[in-house]
């Protein structure tokens, strides 16, 4: 099971903040509760 949702393959989206473009991607149903992952400096989704 854990190798099938390795497998998805995120849609990236951007919005708009305060002037600032900010990219996020979405994994599977976006219709489901989500959780958000915050990061900075090196690090990515990738």
Same mark, same amino acid.
């Given at each position: 099971?854990?190798?099938? !949702?390795?497998?998805? *393959?995120?849609? @990236?989206?951007?919005? +708009? !903040? +305060?002037?600032?473009?900010?990219?996020?991607?979405?994994? %599977?149903? @976006?219709? *489901?509760?989500?959780?958000?992952? !915050?990061? %900075? =400096?090196? &690090? =990515? &989704?990738?």
């Amino acid at each position: 099971m854990t190798l099938q !949702v390795l497998r998805i *393959k995120p849609v @990236s989206h951007l919005i +708009d !903040v +305060d002037d600032c473009e900010i990219n996020y991607l979405v994994w %599977g149903d @976006s219709g *489901k509760p989500g959780l958000l992952f !915050v990061h %900075g =400096h090196n &690090a =990515h &989704a990738h």
